[in-house]
């Protein structure tokens, strides 16, 4: 079983950035795409971006692009996701996931992904 734990989440304010970081646990983090998700208090879980097990490839959610990066460091077992410009609408809980598929790609869609963390608390405040 893969754990996943989630850091790096706080109080920020509108324009500032924050850096959340996700460590797993395993000797295979190596071989899986990994992306991260948010919700937000009464929405539904959303995708905000993903990287390919290689790290060749990502990709984001529109409304992030340009302000988000995700990147990996294998070495560690650590994804990141740099968050800057923050905006008001950005505070959720952030979430990330692990797809266990075996090809080299960033996914956007929750039911492919097979692990979850416990997830870190964004507040962007205006």
């Known amino acids: 079983q893969v754990q996943l734990v989630e850091s790096g989440g706080g109080l920020v304010q509108a324009g500032g950035s924050l850096r959340l970081s996700c460590a797993a646990s395993g000797r295979t983090f190596r071989s899986y795409n990994m992306g991260w998700f948010r919700q937000a208090p009464g929405k539904e879980r959303e995708f905000v971006a993903g990287?390919?097990?290689?790290?060749?490839?990502?990709y984001y959610a529109d409304s992030v692009k340009g302000r988000f990066t995700i990147s990996r460091d294998n070495a560690k077992n650590t994804v990141y996701l740099q968050m800057n410009r923050l905006k008001s609408e950005d505070t959720a809980v952030y979430y990330c996931?692990?797809?266990?598929?075996?090809?080299?790609?960033?996914?956007?869609?929750?039911?492919?992904?097979?692990?979850w963390g416990q997830g870190t608390q964004v507040t962007v405040s205006s």
């Open positions: 996931a692990i797809d266990r598929s075996a090809i080299d790609r960033a996914r956007s869609k929750i039911d492919e992904y097979d692990y």
């Open positions: 990287i390919s097990w290689s790290g060749g490839i990502t």
